[in-house]
């Protein structure tokens, strides 16, 4: 098989693209030719992975235009031409070469308030939740999100509107709206009603389409501009 | 984009889109009969019901279009928070202004 | 200092989505409701010369007759009818129990909006 032409970005977000040359393997990941060239191209490049079996989400790049986790996306399916283009996540700042911070994605997930609020103490006795109520079961249907922001990096309006959470923080307030459990609704109601919330959503569904764990942000986000919606209609919110 | 205007804007699309529908269904009409503008004033000239419709729908797409412009402006240009207000509020008073002064012009006699 | 000319920066590219159908029609859905927007108080103003005379406005509308405004005006037909099935779709999204494959109702949008277009063609010529 002939080498691979990989243009991988480094530098911070005035860097720029360079070229190294990667031999192709059969059942070789993404992943798999970024590591070849910190070990035998390159020792300066900076990039994450932690369980390179597609479950923690650390290894997430762009990967020819699009975010995808590096781990789980086989080479053969995505050179083109024999070139292939590796640069950092979108949406976020620039560390060092492949590494983005996350910061601004987890203070989003913050102030939609994504953090579940206890309504029991030790001293009562657990409650119980029926796993086929309409409520669990839309909680269940978006509860698999690993943060791994390959959402937040494709969707345009992150992009174009910096205070918007986000389909990852929104998607995970719905969860939270729709646990019976959760004494926080009030005040995550507020949160995601505010400006930035999901009304800034506009469905262009790059989040769903992208999701390495088949989760739909934006269905979540229509569900929540349901809930703002009655909430105002009854007087809850302003 | 918060939570009033993503109301409003939604309000205004589903009031928009019979109202829509109804004015396609005048455009198909007259396009297929030549109407000159003495056949057109002829109906609608003193109409309450050609001044009602065309009136409410002035309004409602002015509103739609100026949250639309405002969403857009806030998405696509540089311009603060007071900057995207009077963007609205010009373009919704242009419209309805422009709006309601066309349907006075072939509705009053 | 990295001295860069500016047509030498380049951005991590990340436009990739930009192809998908559902980013398009939300593209679509956006740039029809400017146009509309930006032709609505021509739109006014054109009716409102009826407030000169009737002859002011009947003479607008014999202009209209020339076959480039026709095909204009199907044009317009095409943005309001591709805006309007587009904005159905996403209420439908936002107030209805989610259903996939909405590729089909964009393109569908998009075809509703050729007809609509090419039957005020046919009917004005």
């Known amino acids: 098989m002939p080498d691979i032409e990989v243009s991988l970005w480094r530098g911070k977000a005035d860097g720029r693209y360079q070229v190294y040359r990667v031999p192709q393997r059969d059942n070789q990941t993404v992943l798999d030719v970024v590591t070849w060239v910190q070990r035998h191209a390159d020792p300066s490049l900076a990039y994450r992975f932690a369980c390179r079996v597609g479950m923690c989400g650390s290894c997430a790049m762009t990967v020819n235009g699009r975010p995808r986790w590096t781990c789980r996306t086989h080479t053969a399916k995505v050179i083109v031409a024999g070139k292939l283009e590796i640069g950092p996540l979108a949406n976020l700042p620039i560390i060092k070469d492949l590494a983005c911070d996350l910061t601004p994605f987890f203070e989003k997930w913050q102030r939609a308030k994504g953090r579940f609020e206890p309504r029991l103490t030790r001293r009562d006795a657990a409650q119980r939740v029926i796993p086929t109520t309409p409520a669990r079961l839309a909680a269940d249907a978006a509860i698999e999100c690993i943060n791994c922001a390959v959402c937040y990096a494709a969707c345009d309006t992150v992009k174009w509107n910096p205070g918007y959470l986000g389909p990852a923080a929104l998607n995970r307030a719905w969860t939270l709206l729709n646990d019976e459990r959760d004494a926080g609704n009030?005040?995550?109601l507020a949160a995601i009603a505010a400006v930035g919330g999901c009304h800034a959503c506009h469905s262009h569904q790059s989040c769903q389409q992208h999701c390495p764990n088949h989760l739909n942000p934006t269905a979540s986000i229509a569900?929540?501009?349901?809930?703002?919606?009655?909430a105002y209609i009854r007087g809850e919110l302003e | 984009?918060?939570?009033?205007?993503?109301?409003?804007?939604?309000?205004?699309?589903?009031?928009?889109?019979?109202?829509v529908l109804m004015h396609l269904s005048v455009i198909l009409y007259a396009s297929g009969h030549d109407l000159s503008a003495a056949a057109i004033l002829g109906r609608t000239r003193g109409s309450v019901l050609w001044g009602g419709f065309y009136g409410l729908f002035v309004v409602a797409a002015a509103t739609h279009a100026a949250i639309g412009l405002r969403v857009i402006a806030a998405e696509w240009t540089g311009l603060g928070r007071r900057g995207l207000e009077a963007l609205m509020w010009a373009a919704f008073v242009l419209l309805a202004g422009l709006g309601l002064l066309a349907v006075a012009a072939v509705v009053l006699a | 200092m990295n001295a860069k000319s500016n047509s030498?920066?380049?951005?991590p590219n990340s436009a990739g989505h930009r192809r998908d159908a559902l980013w398009l029609a939300a593209l679509v859905h956006r740039l029809s409701g400017l146009a509309l927007a930006g032709f609505l108080p021509l739109h006014f103003l054109a009716l409102a010369l009826a407030l000169k005379s009737e002859a002011a406005l009947d003479g607008f509308l014999r202009w209209t007759a020339n076959p480039a405004v026709k095909v204009a005006e199907m044009g317009l037909v095409f943005l309001l009818t591709v805006h309007l099935a587009g904005g159905i779709r996403l209420l439908v999204l936002e107030n209805t129990p989610w259903f996939g494959q909405q590729q089909r109702l964009a393109a569908g949008a998009l075809i509703l909006a050729g007809i609509a277009a090419v039957a005020f063609l046919v009917r004005a010529a």
């Open chain 1, 186 to 188: 009030r005040q995550r």
């Open chain 2, 1 to 19: 984009m918060n939570l009033r205007l993503y109301i409003l804007q939604r309000a205004t699309a589903a009031l928009l889109a019979p109202l």
């Open chain 3, 8 to 11: 030498e920066r380049r951005l």
């Open chain 1, 223 to 230: 569900g929540l501009k349901r809930a703002t919606m009655a």
